[in-house]
């Protein structure tokens, strides 16, 4: 079932735990945040924030971050099938640029962000 504040639409709490077999490790209202290991120790904490619209990602090994990014305008987060493998995506507009961010978890963590630029100022 997917949630939705003020043009941001989001899985619920349930689908997420489904999804990634992990529990919300924040509480504060309008940031999501969960946290993720695979079978080669790589770390993806995923972030979110439906009032703001924003989305973060941070990949790390071994407690050291090796990649970190975030979007704002992000207005949708659903569920993707690709290749028989489910994945999360998240799709953002801001500031003349169209985002996508692809997130795999089984059997490793990939992370693939997109951006377009979809207006000349």
Do not use: C
Not at 26 to 50: A, K, M, P, V
Request: proline residues 2%; negative net charge; charged residues 20%.
């Amino acid at each position: 079932m997917d949630n939705e504040w003020l043009g941001f639409y989001f899985p619920d709490e349930l689908t997420m735990f489904e999804l990634l077999g992990v529990v919300r490790l924040e509480s504060e209202e309008g940031f999501w945040e969960y946290e993720i290991t695979d079978q080669y120790q790589i770390t993806l904490r995923l972030s979110f924030n439906f009032i703001e619209k924003y989305f973060q990602t941070v990949l790390s090994a071994n407690g050291r971050v090796l990649q970190s990014a975030n979007q704002d305008g992000v207005w949708t987060l659903h569920t993707l099938i690709s290749g028989g493998t489910t994945a999360l995506r998240a799709e953002a507009h801001y500031d003349g640029s169209f985002t996508t961010v692809d997130i795999f978890w089984k059997p490793n963590i990939r992370v693939s962000w997109r951006s377009a630029l979809t207006a000349v100022y």
